[in-house]
C-alpha cells in the first residue's frame, strides 16, 4: 500500500510560481510511474504532468509545456511540480497519482493510488 501526501498548493496571482511535493510513504516510489493531475468541480480530472521514477523520462499536457517541470527526489521518495507564469485557468485542485511498473498512462484510472489534492488558486 502506498500512501500520497500532497503540499505546495496555495494562492497567488497570475504569473507567479508554485511548487507542488508529492510525498509517499508505505514504501518507495522505485519502479512506479508518478502524475499529477487537476480538476475543477463537475469536471473530468485532467492529466498535467508525470514521470517515470527509475528513468526519470516526463511528460506533459501541452498547456504546461514551458511553465511547468516536473522533477523527483530518490533520497526523500518525493516528487515536485514546479509551476511557474500560472494563470487563473491554472485554478484547480491538484492531485498526485502513482500506478506501478512505471510506464506513462494519463488517463486517471491507470493509477493504482492517489492523494487527497491540493487547492491551487490564481487570481488575476
Known amino acids: 500500500q502506498v500512501q500520497l501526501v500532497e503540499s505546495g498548493g496555495g494562492s497567488v496571482q497570475a504569473g507567479g510560481s508554485l511548487r507542488l511535493a508529492c510525498a509517499a510513504s508505505?514504501?518507495?516510489?522505485?519502479?512506479?510511474?508518478i502524475a499529477w493531475f487537476r480538476q475543477a468541480p463537475g469536471k473530468e480530472r485532467d492529466f498535467v504532468a508525470g514521470?517515470?521514477?527509475?528513468?526519470?523520462?516526463?511528460y506533459y499536457t501541452d498547456s504546461v509545456k514551458g511553465r511547468c517541470t516536473i522533477s523527483r527526489d530518490n533520497a526523500k521518495n518525493t516528487v515536485y511540480l514546479q509551476m511557474n507564469s500560472l494563470k487563473p485557468e491554472d485554478t484547480d485542485r491538484y492531485y498526485c497519482a502513482a500506478r506501478r511498473g512505471g510506464i506513462y498512462y494519463n488517463t486517471p484510472g491507470a493509477y493504482d493510488y492517489w492523494g487527497q489534492g491540493t487547492r491551487v488558486t490564481v487570481s488575476s
Open positions: 514521470i517515470s521514477f527509475d528513468l526519470g523520462n516526463t
Open positions: 508505505g514504501r518507495t516510489f522505485s519502479n512506479y510511474f
